[in-house]
């Protein structure tokens, strides 16, 4: 077999899946006040350690594995002078099956669905209006879909129920607060300031 047909036959490496951001900026009246702030739409890549199965290196560490896919937004005030004060709100539902946009784009965030006067959606689409009752003049806001909901998905190797339940929702979700309040991210300087 020829150097060329070999190649052929090797299967493509896997993709990494790497953490995406995109940012942008809005203002909105929230009471009296006009806001201004970023909104930073992102999917974080959560993984665990990783040791060799079997063979003549069996336990030696391989490095972090991938295993989830965790999508977020998140609403930060622009201007604030010390950040180390201001209060940081996180909000999600459960998986599977319930991911953030009912406490988002219905309760806490800075647009919401337009309702009717008998507070009913319109049909489809959707409108969006700017919510004066969001609470982002108070506290920054970070919606999570925790794997299994929205966006957020267990990587290539990993089973959605590993991820499934109130307790490894508790688990990947407080992993997803704590990497983000030790390790923050250029893009998402505000998570690591409380």
Request: proline share 8%.
């Amino acid at each position: 077999m020829s150097e060329e047909q070999k190649q052929e036959k090797t299967a493509p490496a896997a993709e990494i899946p790497q953490d995406v951001v995109v940012t942008s900026r809005h203002q909105i009246k929230c009471g009296d006040e006009t806001v201004a702030y970023t909104a930073t739409v992102g999917k974080m890549v959560l993984g665990e350690e990783s040791t060799v199965q079997e063979g003549l290196q069996k336990d030696q560490y391989e490095g972090i594995k991938p295993r989830g896919e965790f999508f977020y937004t998140a609403y930060t005030r622009d201007g604030v002078k010390d950040l180390g004060k201001r209060p940081l709100t996180f909000a999600f539902n459960g998986g599977p099956g319930s991911p953030s946009i009912w406490v988002h784009m219905g309760l806490l965030g800075p647009r919401r669905i337009q309702l009717t006067d008998e507070g009913l959606p319109y049909p489809p689409p959707p409108k969006l209006t700017d919510n004066s009752y969001s609470i982002l003049d108070i506290t920054d806001l970070v919606f999570i879909d925790p794997v299994g909901t929205g966006y957020s998905r267990a990587t290539k190797g990993s089973k959605p129920l590993e991820f499934w339940g109130w307790k490894k929702d508790v688990e990947s979700v407080g992993e997803f607060i704590r990497l983000n309040i030790l390790f923050p991210t250029p893009e998402l300087q505000r998570f690591g300031s409380f």
